[in-house]
């Protein structure tokens, strides 16, 4: 089966750093674009950046452009998402998620799969 697992969040101060992993299992990685979504309490989940099957296109939403950067390592079968510059605005829950095709999609219906998350907290 589809597995997710994100990995690489915690506590942070303000203009610090973090490598976010997410390892995928259970289906042919380099068949399907890769995502990455957050949420903060009491928003709604919005998209980080995404990914296509090959790397070859690659979507980073405004509010991240900039400090944050999406790969993904086929070998591995990882995607990560480096975060530079984090700030206060940038605290919440960080999901990975699989495409539904090989494109790289900003909505999170294009996604069918999702990890259980992982919290990344940036202090002021």
């Known amino acids: 089966q589809v597995q997710l697992v994100e990995s690489g969040g915690g506590l942070v101060q303000a203009g610090g750093s973090l490598r976010l992993s997410c390892a995928a299992s259970?289906?042919?990685?380099?068949?399907?674009?890769m995502g990455w979504f957050r949420q903060a309490p009491g928003k709604e989940r919005e998209f980080v950046a995404s990914i296509s099957w090959n790397g070859g296109s690659i979507n980073v939403a405004d509010s991240v452009k900039g400090r944050f950067t999406i790969s993904r390592d086929a070998a591995k079968n990882t995607v990560y998402l480096q975060m530079n510059n984090l700030k206060p605005d940038d605290t919440a829950v960080y999901y990975c998620?699989?495409?539904?095709?090989?494109?790289?999609?900003?909505?999170?219906?294009?996604?069918?799969?999702w990890g259980q998350g992982t919290q990344v907290t940036v202090s002021s």
């Open positions: 998620a699989r495409g539904r095709t090989v494109f790289a999609r900003i909505g999170a219906r294009d996604y069918d799969y």
């Open positions: 259970g289906y042919r990685f380099n068949n399907y674009a």
